[in-house]
């Protein structure tokens, strides 16, 4: 189950980047569907000045606060011309990014970013900051991919979400079977049975497995029964169930590439191995071109 996200706000993470802006805008559509407010925050870590002894002066200070002011200001203001019942606030704090934000999302319902940046939140391209986040904070943390100027999600794709029967997996499936219903939007779960490195290695495994029918219809049997009462709580949601012999990161990816958003636990077993700092959730970080939810279990 993911934590109880009422009254909490969605956060954004803002850096004068267009991938932070487009980050932003896509987080005012999810707050806005979720009746939820919006902050936005700008976090300015004041340079060392290497092998001088010197500290920066304030008034250098002064300049980063001003131009944080500014940037989240205008972020603001598009985003109220465009959502003007959204409640919005926005908040420039003199700290390290990272620090930052697990210090936000623990009374987030959501922490937004983009898939690069600059300045306070440089090095986002590479994953650096959504793995951290994922690794320490205390919500679901999205990363932006948009393909389209506004941040809105294109119309009519579905949301796609990885199931393993993980804690983190259950609250990866309740998240996104919130989001699709949000959205009105179709479901896609997919669930792989295989981690084999290659086809060569799965033809190998087979010469000790005589009924893999059986195994498939097993696993096609484990992602009905976890998907089977959320579909009774969202009645309104269709859903498509892809049971799958394939690597989780490449079923994931093909499934979401026409998606308009993609869900993940933030850590699995099973098919979803690893997830916590592992090689399917950073892939997904690095390579996923629709917005990405990596999910949180409640604790």
Same mark, same amino acid.
């Given at each position: 189950?993911?934590?109880?996200?009422?009254?909490?706000?969605?956060?954004?993470?803002?850096?004068?980047?267009?991938?932070?802006?487009?980050?932003?805008?896509?987080?005012?559509?999810?707050?806005?569907?979720?009746?939820?407010?919006?902050?936005?925050?700008?976090?300015?870590?004041?340079?060392?000045?290497?092998?001088?002894?010197?500290?920066?002066?304030?008034?250098?200070?002064?300049?980063?606060?001003?131009?944080?002011?500014?940037?989240?200001?205008?972020?603001? &203001? /598009?985003?109220?011309?465009? +959502?003007?019942?959204? *409640?919005?606030? $926005? !908040?420039?704090?003199? #700290?390290?990014?990272?620090?930052?934000?697990?210090?936000?999302?623990?009374?987030?319902?959501?922490?937004?970013?983009?898939?690069?940046?600059?300045?306070?939140?440089?090095?986002?391209?590479?994953?650096?900051?959504?793995?951290?986040?994922?690794?320490?904070?205390?919500?679901?943390?999205?990363?932006?991919?948009?393909?389209?100027?506004?941040?809105?999600?294109?119309?009519?794709?579905?949301?796609?979400?990885?199931?393993?029967?993980?804690?983190?997996?259950?609250?990866?499936?309740?998240?996104?079977?919130?989001?699709?219903?949000?959205?009105? &939007? /179709?479901?896609?779960?997919? +669930?792989?049975?295989? *981690?084999?490195? $290659? !086809?060569?290695?799965? #033809?190998?495994?087979?010469?000790?497995?005589?009924?893999?029918?059986?195994?498939?219809?097993?696993?096609?049997?484990?992602?009905?029964?976890?998907?089977?009462?959320?579909?009774?709580?969202?009645?309104?949601?269709?859903?498509?169930?892809?049971?799958?012999?394939?690597?989780?990161?490449?079923?994931?990816?093909?499934?979401?590439?026409?998606?308009?958003?993609?869900?993940?636990?933030?850590?699995?077993?099973?098919?979803?191995?690893?997830?916590?700092?592992?090689?399917?959730?950073?892939?997904?970080?690095?390579?996923?071109?629709?917005?990405?939810?990596?999910?949180?279990?409640? +604790?």
């Amino acid at each position: 189950m993911t934590k109880d996200i009422t009254g909490h706000a969605i956060v954004a993470a803002v850096d004068g980047s267009e991938s932070a802006r487009h980050a932003a805008l896509w987080a005012a559509v999810e707050a806005s569907h979720r009746h939820l407010p919006l902050r936005i925050v700008n976090a300015v870590k004041v340079p060392a000045v290497p092998y001088s002894g010197r500290t920066v002066e304030q008034r250098y200070i002064d300049v980063l606060v001003h131009d944080g002011r500014d940037l989240v200001a205008g972020i603001k &203001a /598009d985003i109220t011309e465009i +959502h003007p019942d959204l *409640e919005v606030h $926005s !908040d420039v704090v003199l #700290a390290d990014s990272v620090a930052t934000l697990v210090a936000e999302s623990g009374s987030a319902a959501m922490l937004v970013l983009g898939s690069s940046g600059l300045g306070g939140f440089s090095g986002m391209l590479a994953g650096s900051t959504a793995v951290a986040l994922v690794a320490h904070g205390h919500c679901p943390v999205a990363v932006i991919r948009s393909r389209t100027p506004d941040g809105v999600p294109p119309a009519g794709g579905p949301v796609v979400v990885g199931v393993d029967g993980s804690d983190a997996s259950e609250a990866a499936v309740e998240l996104a079977f919130e989001e699709a219903s949000l959205r009105g &939007a /179709d479901l896609v779960a997919v +669930h792989t049975w295989t *981690e084999y490195a $290659s !086809d060569s290695a799965y #033809a190998y495994a087979r010469q000790f497995v005589q009924d893999w029918d059986a195994i498939e219809a097993k696993q096609r049997e484990m992602l009905a029964e976890r998907l089977a009462g959320w579909q009774e709580k969202y009645p309104d949601v269709i859903v498509r169930r892809i049971v799958t012999r394939d690597r989780p990161v490449s079923a994931l990816l093909e499934q979401s590439a026409n998606a308009q958003l993609l869900v993940v636990g933030s850590r699995g077993h099973g098919g979803f191995t690893g997830m916590l700092l592992g090689s399917t959730s950073q892939a997904l970080i690095y390579h996923a071109t629709c917005p990405l939810i990596v999910a949180r279990p409640a +604790h």
